[in-house]
């Protein structure tokens, strides 16, 4: 079984541009969610989608939005980039929201320069 | 959720077991204990969950005090391929929040 894939694994933007980050769950799984992992430090959560409705935001300015799609696949968009939005962006999914055990994919390595 | 407290790194002998403590002084009663691994590069890989019992499975046990202000991860025979950062996470709602971890680095 495919697990959580997310693309592309990496990226190189300019400051000020916009980039859109993709992410498949698990066949079957209806829950999304984002993290952001600065280099040195624990992901910090960014949203959580189910069933195609956001159900949980974490402290990102609004230059940060995302969607699901009616397959649960998901979008995390970030405008207006800035240097410090360099990190490893990760997806987990699960079957249900809350579900007892996340999958994480391997992440998208952004760099902002 | 509760915020969760661990040594910043950890060695430990190849073959030997590997007991990872973590403090979590104000998780509230219904708090779940969880662990996460993270090997250099890849995503988060859960390993294993407990609200007051112990629990074991395939990768690892997982003890937590009758208080439930504590817990140890223990990993009975660590290999090489064990070194990571360990995140131990007490979790109330649907969103995981880490802190900085434990790194575990398993010598030959």
């Known amino acids: 079984d495919a697990g959580v894939t997310q693309s592309p694994t990496h990226l190189i933007k300019t400051r000020g541009q916009q980039v859109t980050l993709r992410c498949s769950p698990i066949s079957g799984h209806k829950s999304v969610s984002w993290y952001q992992q600065v280099l040195g430090q624990g992901p910090q959560f960014i949203f959580q989608?189910?069933?195609?409705?956001?159900?949980g935001r974490g402290n990102f300015p609004d230059r940060f939005s995302a969607r699901q799609f009616p397959n649960y696949s998901s979008e995390l968009n970030v405008n207006a980039l800035l240097l410090g939005d360099s990190a490893l962006y990760l997806c987990?999914?699960?079957?249900?929201?809350?579900?007892?055990?996340?999958?994480f994919g391997s992440g998208t390595r952004l760099t902002v320069v | 959720d509760a915020k969760t407290t661990q040594p910043p790194s950890m060695d430990c002998a190849e073959g030997r077991a590997a007991n990872l403590p973590c403090n979590h002084s104000?998780?509230?009663?219904?708090?779940?204990v969880y662990w996460y691994r993270q090997i250099h590069s890849q995503g988060p890989q859960y390993i294993i969950h407990g609200l007051k019992n112990n629990e074991t499975n395939e990768m690892a046990s997982l003890i937590i005090t009758e208080d439930r202000k504590s817990s140890t991860l223990i990993l009975p025979h660590a290999t090489l391929r064990d070194t990571a950062v360990y995140y131990c996470i007490a979790r109330n709602g649907s969103r995981l929040t880490f802190g900085e971890g434990t790194q575990l680095t398993v010598n030959p």
């Open positions: 987990a999914s699960s079957l249900v929201r809350g579900g007892t055990g996340y999958t």
């Open positions: 104000t998780i509230s009663g219904n708090e779940y």
């Open positions: 989608y189910y069933e195609k409705e956001e159900r």
